[in-house]
């Protein structure tokens, strides 16, 4: 399956607007737990597959290649995967989110 491109059409949208195409990415099963994973320091393929809690090889190579093709996720020679700036950009839009599922995690 091919990454989601902005402008054409993608799962909720025949138009490809840029964020349903960013949702149909992101919504893929693993997606956001990859781009999550490598937001500190680039990883290996095998570390990440442990901090994924051990996912099928399979699985996690298809949603590199994705992440890779939609610029999110770098390979790098010496040193595995790693966020491109625009992965980066992501990561920092989530950061809120996160902060509000502690939040709400906590109770409040």
């Not at 349903?20 to 290996?44: C, H, I, K, T, Y």
């Not at 809690?53 to 995967?81: C, F, H, K, W």
Request: with cysteine; net charge positive; aromatic share 6%.
């Amino acid at each position: 399956m091919a990454a989601p491109k902005p402008g054409h059409p993608v799962r909720g949208s025949t138009t490809g607007r840029p964020l349903m195409a960013a949702l149909d990415l992101f919504g893929r099963r693993w997606s956001l737990r990859v781009v999550w994973e490598l937001r500190e320091q680039p990883l290996g393929f095998r570390a990440l597959q442990q901090r994924c809690e051990n996912m099928s090889s399979s699985v996690l190579r298809q949603r590199l290649n994705e992440l890779t093709e939609a610029r999110i996720v770098e390979q790098r020679p010496d040193a595995g995967y790693a966020l491109t700036a625009l992965g980066r950009d992501a990561c920092a839009a989530l950061l809120p989110l996160a902060r509000w599922a502690d939040r709400w995690a906590e109770g409040g």
